[in-house]
């Protein structure tokens, strides 16, 4: 394990920092929200044998169900508690609270590891003698140079400790963390003959690949790494981002996308392009330096199919990793688990920043907030934590989300964007692009076809029913004996393919109209006239 650093003068403070300022402050009882007890750990030890002037140094005592109550660390401690008489723990809590009511206590920083179990969970409730004794121990502990210090990755702390404890959630590692951990790597795995090579900038890309995953992810990745190259080199990165799409995904509400798609996969959307190519830009460090706030993110408004998903996964124009946030996934059963898991998905997401952070049908997501408590409020819940979010982090991370039914969004959400953007039915030059390019993409040349009368007998039609359009002449060609298509095949494709703007052109109208003077209009302000007034005219009919 490395071992914890102060952070240098001027710095962003460290969570070690943070956790021995509070110990100082005389905190009694202090929360620890992380998965990782190991790096706690390590920080609860760093901080227990800081020489500082008047002050002695202090014993470090970790319980868990499994093991009792044991000196791990630090000063040294004459009369050890019985570890099999500890496995309880209010046989424990009862240890630690008369350790503070000898004549003269040895200071000591108690590390309680599986306490969560038992101080309920939002279906069980909380152990009244557990609880008892904490509240019991916060009281003596205030008069000692002793803190009791409970680590767990959810932690729901039961009403009548609310103003017994703090509760402090431990980050991801830093980078300095990450590099300490492939410099041991690379230490350990030369001296037994590997060969290290990481120069020219890929120790720094293997590191940003690292960014987002625990000290035990990253070290098991490494060691994958090595493994399957037979070398600690740049080709790590590949083996990483593999293993971190997995490990990603294991969270159930992240998923690890690939940029395999660009702008140029789309059709139309001029103004958008420009827009997403602009905001990447500033994200750079000369941004910074030029005065340039870091972006916040936009929504992207439109029917379905008009291809905001795939802008979406465009953006990030293979520059930058593409996180897809599962909202419905964050829903858990435990009281409090939601807000919990949302805060843990966003903690992944500024670790790996700069990132985007891209919410599919954001509406969905959301959608028990338009009963008022139908879900026990858990969906406002769970939005609170992602507005106060979006408001207050200054990570790099940028998110696009998505949305078909705007009016179901609360006003506060659409604030937090930088800017609302419109995906409006396809005009012609634009359905005459999409049809070239799915046409290309299945290997036929656009110039065979007549695209102005395509472009004119797809009106209406977005862009996800162009490719069916497509597909469906590629079938009947294929039926046919496997011949080429003609321009014939794409116009009788186009009368059995029904649009949405003939089967719910009331929503369609509903949309736009909100659209008009509320967001900007993705193919720019001349476009949108064009396809303004030919769809107002085609819907009154």
Same mark, same amino acid.
């Given at each position: 394990?490395?071992?914890?650093?102060?952070?240098?003068?001027?710095?962003?403070?460290?969570?070690?920092? &943070?956790?021995?300022?509070?110990?100082?402050?005389?905190?009694?009882?202090?929360?620890?929200?992380?998965?990782?007890?190991?790096?706690?750990?390590?920080?609860?030890?760093?901080?227990?044998?800081?020489?500082?002037?008047?002050?002695?140094?202090?014993?470090?005592?970790?319980?868990?169900?499994?093991?009792?109550?044991?000196?791990?660390?630090?000063?040294?401690?004459?009369?050890?508690?019985?570890?099999?008489?500890?496995?309880?723990? /209010?046989?424990?809590?009862?240890?630690?609270?008369?350790?503070?009511?000898?004549?003269?206590?040895?200071?000591?920083?108690?590390?309680?590891?599986?306490?969560?179990?038992?101080?309920?969970?939002?279906?069980?409730?909380?152990?009244?003698?557990?609880?008892?004794?904490?509240?019991?121990?916060?009281?003596?502990?205030?008069?000692?140079?002793?803190?009791?210090?409970?680590?767990?990755?959810?932690?729901? /702390?039961?009403?009548?400790?609310?103003?017994?404890?703090?509760?402090?959630?431990?980050?991801?590692?830093?980078?300095?963390?990450?590099?300490? +951990?492939?410099?041991?790597?690379?230490?350990?795995? %030369?001296?037994?003959?590997?060969?290290?090579?990481?120069?020219?900038?890929?120790?720094?890309?293997v590191i940003q690949a690292l960014q987002g995953l625990t000290a035990i992810e990253a070290a098991n990745v490494l060691a994958m790494a090595v493994v399957?190259?037979?070398?600690?080199?740049?080709?790590?990165?590949?083996?990483?981002?593999?293993?971190?799409?997995? +490990?990603?995904?294991?969270?159930?509400?992240?998923?690890?996308?690939?940029?395999?798609? %660009?702008?140029?996969?789309?059709?139309?959307?001029?103004?958008?392009?420009?827009?997403?190519?602009?905001?990447?830009?500033?994200?750079?460090?000369?941004?910074?330096?030029?005065?340039?706030?870091?972006?916040?993110?936009?929504?992207?408004?439109?029917?379905?199919?008009?291809?905001?998903?795939?802008?979406?996964?465009?953006?990030?124009?293979?520059?930058?990793?593409?996180?897809?946030?599962?909202?419905?996934?964050?829903?858990? %059963?435990?009281?409090?688990?939601?807000?919990?898991?949302?805060?843990?998905?966003?903690?992944?997401?500024?670790?790996?920043?700069?990132?985007?952070?891209?919410?599919?049908?954001?509406?969905?997501?959301?959608?028990?907030?338009?009963?008022?408590?139908?879900?026990?409020?858990?969906?406002?819940?769970?939005?609170?934590?992602?507005?106060?979010?979006?408001?207050?982090? &200054?990570?790099?991370?940028? /998110?696009?989300?998505?949305?078909?039914? /705007?009016?179901?969004?609360?006003?506060?959400?659409?604030?937090?964007?930088?800017?609302?953007?419109?995906?409006?039915?396809?005009?012609?030059?634009?359905?005459?692009?999409?049809?070239?390019?799915?046409?290309?993409?299945?290997?036929?040349?656009?110039?065979?076809?007549?695209?102005?009368?395509?472009?004119?007998?797809?009106?209406?039609?977005?862009?996800?029913? +162009?490719e069916k359009i497509v597909v469906l002449a590629l079938n009947r060609g294929f039926g046919d004996g496997a011949r080429q298509i003609k321009t014939e095949?794409?116009?009788?494709?186009?009368?059995?393919?029904?649009?949405?703007?003939?089967?719910?052109?009331?929503?369609?109208?509903?949309?736009?109209?909100?659209?008009?003077?509320?967001?900007?209009?993705?193919?720019?302000?001349?476009?949108?006239?064009?396809?303004?007034?030919?769809?107002?005219?085609?819907?009154?009919?």
């Amino acid at each position: 394990m490395t071992k914890q650093k102060t952070a240098p003068a001027g710095k962003t403070t460290s969570p070690a920092e &943070t956790l021995d300022r509070l110990i100082r402050a005389r905190y009694p009882v202090i929360v620890i929200e992380s998965y990782e007890e190991a790096r706690v750990l390590d920080a609860v030890k760093f901080i227990a044998e800081q020489k500082r002037p008047n002050q002695q140094p202090k014993a470090v005592l970790d319980w868990s169900y499994a093991q009792g109550l044991r000196h791990i660390g630090g000063a040294k401690v004459y009369n050890t508690p019985n570890r099999d008489e500890t496995k309880d723990p /209010v046989g424990a809590l009862r240890v630690i609270f008369e350790w503070s009511e000898q004549d003269t206590p040895t200071p000591a920083l108690f590390v309680f590891k599986d306490l969560h179990q038992f101080c309920g969970n939002g279906q069980q409730p909380a152990q009244a003698d557990v609880v008892r004794w904490i509240r019991e121990i916060a009281i003596a502990f205030q008069e000692q140079p002793t803190t009791l210090i409970i680590v767990s990755p959810h932690f729901a /702390v039961p009403s009548d400790l609310e103003k017994d404890v703090a509760v402090m959630e431990w980050p991801l590692p830093s980078q300095a963390e990450l590099t300490a +951990i492939l410099d041991e790597c690379g230490e350990q795995v %030369s001296s037994q003959g590997v060969k290290v090579a990481l120069k020219n900038g890929s120790r720094e890309r293997v590191i940003q690949a690292l960014q987002g995953l625990t000290a035990i992810e990253a070290a098991n990745v490494l060691a994958m790494a090595v493994v399957t190259n037979g070398a600690l080199d740049e080709k790590a990165v590949s083996i990483i981002l593999a293993e971190k799409k997995q +490990i990603v995904k294991k969270t159930g509400y992240l998923e690890f996308w690939d940029a395999d798609v %660009s702008m140029n996969d789309i059709g139309g959307l001029a103004a958008l392009k420009e827009y997403a190519a602009m905001k990447r830009a500033s994200f750079s460090s000369e941004a910074s330096a030029y005065g340039l706030p870091a972006p916040r993110g936009f929504l992207l408004v439109g029917p379905p199919g008009a291809g905001k998903s795939l802008t979406a996964k465009a953006s990030t124009g293979g520059q930058m990793p593409l996180l897809r946030l599962d909202v419905a996934a964050l829903m858990g %059963s435990l009281v409090g688990q939601s807000e919990q898991n949302a805060r843990s998905a966003l903690r992944v997401a500024e670790a790996i920043a700069p990132c985007v952070l891209w919410i599919d049908e954001i509406e969905k997501g959301f959608a028990g907030m338009q009963g008022g408590e139908l879900d026990g409020g858990t969906s406002r819940r769970m939005l609170g934590t992602i507005l106060t979010w979006m408001q207050e982090h &200054t990570s790099p991370v940028y /998110v696009i989300a998505t949305c078909n039914d /705007v009016t179901s969004l609360p006003p506060e959400l659409l604030s937090r964007f930088d800017d609302l953007w419109y995906v409006d039915m396809p005009n012609r030059a634009e359905r005459a692009e999409i049809i070239t390019i799915h046409l290309a993409k299945r290997g036929r040349n656009p110039a065979d076809f007549d695209l102005p009368i395509l472009a004119e007998a797809t009106e209406g039609y977005v862009g996800r029913e +162009i490719e069916k359009i497509v597909v469906l002449a590629l079938n009947r060609g294929f039926g046919d004996g496997a011949r080429q298509i003609k321009t014939e095949d794409m116009l009788w494709a186009t009368k059995r393919i029904v649009p949405l703007s003939k089967t719910t052109p009331e929503k369609l109208n509903a949309l736009h109209k909100w659209a008009e003077g509320r967001a900007r209009n993705a193919s720019g302000e001349d476009d949108a006239e064009e396809t303004t007034t030919k769809r107002a005219r085609k819907l009154e009919l």
